[in-house]
């Protein structure tokens, strides 16, 4: 039998091929993997700010991601959802490019127009929107214009011909209200007041009813929530425009501005595909600029995968009459928006041109 001191030998023997094959497994590539295994995401909370009021179509549609999105991350995070409206979203914007930490745990429901406040060198902009991290987007929404019947704005060339010039309820000098509002003054030479300081979208539906506003330049999708589907049902507005080229399948007939724009304005509407470019992507999601690689993957591939979940798809069509097929992952939106941005010094100057107008 071995001796005590023998005894004591193995066993020091056994400890140090145990300690030998543990650092060995803890330096190899399937120990560092299995380390990492677990999500990041596991048993956080995603803050998702909504760049507008309660009750518009961008609260909808951040709602309806916030209910969605946290099931397809892995690791399950819960994700809260928080108005933070004002400036027409610059608000939202500005908080979440220089306060919110880049850690992947804050979501920005963006005002899709507000990269045109950049564009016009407002000094309220403290965010460069090229260098958000851009998770994706979905839908398309080209922008229509309507004004209450009881008003003389009942068409483009009434308007025109108008003593008093037609009040457009705005949020703000960035909202998409705004942008169209001005474009369409501009290609036809129209005399309009923009009355802003509303809310959200919802109180600018509110300051129609109490005669606030005269007009409302919007999306087109807005007619299928309250209280539009009641106006047009009880003829309480009349529609003025669409953006076009394309015909609205949930407007009744109304014209085009190519089909009613002048010769001269021909450079105007050439301008709109950059001016309105925000129609292409309807509801854009985003972090703050700096988020680490490989977090911004994770948000932009689990955002793709939602898009793709038939419970997400149901919810989206009942809400928003989105028929999925309509989007922009988060690689096409950061290409697009860097693109529209970055223009040359003459094209920046018309845009701004555009903006400038009250």
């Not at 483009?156 to 909202?175: C, D, E, H, L, N």
């Not at 600018?204 to 009813?209: F, Y």
Request: hydrophobic share 40%; charged share 25%; glycine share 8%.
């Amino acid at each position: 039998m071995p001796g005590r001191e023998g005894c004591r030998y193995k066993r020091n023997g056994e400890k140090a091929l145990l300690w030998a094959f543990l650092l060995a497994v803890a330096g190899s590539p399937s120990w560092a993997l299995a380390q990492r295994a677990k999500p990041f995401y596991e048993g956080k909370t995603i803050q998702m700010l909504v760049s507008a009021g309660p009750g518009g179509t961008t609260d909808i549609s951040a709602r309806l991601v916030g209910r969605h999105l946290g099931k397809h991350i892995p690791g399950n995070p819960s994700l809260i959802v928080q108005n933070m409206p004002g400036a027409g979203g610059l608000v939202a914007a500005n908080h979440v490019y220089n306060v919110a930490k880049p850690d992947g745990l804050t979501i920005l429901a963006v005002s899709r127009a507000n990269y045109l406040d950049q564009m016009g060198g407002r000094p309220e902009v403290k965010s460069d929107f090229r260098k958000f991290g851009w998770i994706g987007s979905f839908n398309k929404a080209p922008m229509m214009a309507a004004c209450r019947t009881d008003t003389e704005y009942k068409s483009i060339a009434a308007m025109r011909a108008a003593k008093t010039p037609a009040r457009f309820g705005q949020s703000g000098t960035g909202s998409i209200g705004y942008v169209f509002a001005n474009v369409i003054s501009k290609i036809f030479d129209l005399k309009i007041k923009n009355v802003t300081g509303f809310g959200s979208g919802r109180e600018i539906d509110l300051g129609m009813e109490r005669g606030e506003a005269d007009c409302r330049a919007t999306s087109d999708i807005t007619v299928i929530r309250s209280p539009w589907n009641r106006w047009v049902r009880e003829n309480y507005v009349t529609f003025v425009l669409q953006q076009g080229p394309e015909k609205s399948r949930w407007l009744p007939p109304v014209p085009t501005v190519a089909e009613l724009a002048p010769a001269e304005a021909e450079p105007t509407v050439k301008l709109m595909d950059i001016v309105l470019a925000y129609t292409e992507f309807d509801r854009p999601y985003a972090a703050p600029p700096g988020l680490p690689k490989e977090r911004l993957q994770i948000l932009r591939e689990s955002f793709d995968r939602m898009l793709r979940d038939p419970e997400f798809t149901a919810d989206a069509k009942k809400l928003l009459d989105w028929d999925g097929a309509a989007y922009l992952s988060g690689e096409q939106l950061q290409i697009k928006i860097e693109t529209t941005i970055s223009q040359p010094a003459d094209v920046i100057k018309r845009v701004k041109e555009i903006l400038e107008q009250s």
